[in-house]
């Protein structure tokens, strides 16, 4: 299975500060075929289910703030949420859907500082 | 709008079978896999397996000695069957959707979740 790496585990960011997740993969998640990287992000909030918030590395789902981006290729990726709102705090995770089985990050813990 | 809805025990004993439905309405069509992913409590994401309403089946294959899923179209109902359940297999098991964006496993719609606790 492919092992997926979060850091940090957790993060403290002021409102309207900039936050930076990263996420490693333990082998590229890139097909060379399409050029495409099969990583998504996912936003848990306490009680709820997680959301889909990004897939493709960057391409944003639908309804997703702009202030929610993701980058990276091959095994090294970052969601970066560009000013930090209340409504932001949650755990986010990272997933390979490149190999099955998909498997998903740990997850970092982002809160308000 | 796309909703799911688990259902099933909340309390199972340790070497029974854990069985769960969940309930689809709302948006389903042939390009459409349907997952089980389970979340012990405070910790990660584990996907279970999928099920696509023509009957094809993938599992985990950490899991894939003890789990079923199957579906009923008649009723919108996709079902898992997890046997010879542990403590280990606590957890809010979610059911979610997959094949809008291209994968088997980019999941856009999740229910709420059900956990599901194994003790005596």
């Known amino acids: 299975d492919i092992v997926m790496t979060q850091s940090p585990d957790s993060l403290a960011v002021s409102l309207g500060e900039r936050a930076s997740i990263n996420c490693k993969s333990s082998?590229?998640?890139?097909?060379?075929?399409?050029?495409?990287?099969?990583l998504a992000w996912y936003q848990q909030k306490p009680g709820q289910p997680p959301k889909l918030l990004i897939y493709?590395?960057?391409t944003r789902d639908s309804g997703v703030p702009d202030r929610f981006s993701g980058s990276g290729s091959g095994t090294d990726f970052t969601l970066t949420i560009s000013s930090l709102q209340a409504e932001d705090v949650a755990v986010y995770y990272c997933q390979q859907y490149h190999s099955t089985p998909c498997t998903f990050g740990q997850g970092t813990k982002l809160e308000i500082k | 709008q796309v909703q799911l809805q688990e259902s099933g025990p909340g309390l199972v004993k340790p070497s029974e079978t854990l069985s769960l439905s969940c309930s689809v309405s709302g948006g389903s069509n042939s390009r459409h896999y349907w997952s089980w992913i389970r979340q012990p409590p405070g910790k990660g994401l584990e996907w279970i397996g999928y099920i696509h309403y023509s009957g094809g089946t993938n599992y985990n294959p950490s899991l894939k000695s003890r789990v079923t899923i199957s579906v009923d179209t008649s009723k919108n109902q996709v079902s898992l069957k997890l046997t010879s359940v542990t403590a280990a297999d606590t957890a809010v098991y979610y059911c979610a959707r997959s094949g809008d964006t291209g994968s088997y496993y980019l999941f856009d719609y999740w229910g709420q979740g059900t956990l599901v606790t194994v003790s005596s």
């Open positions: 082998q590229s998640v890139l097909y060379s075929s399409n050029n495409r990287n099969y």
């Open positions: 493709w590395a960057s």
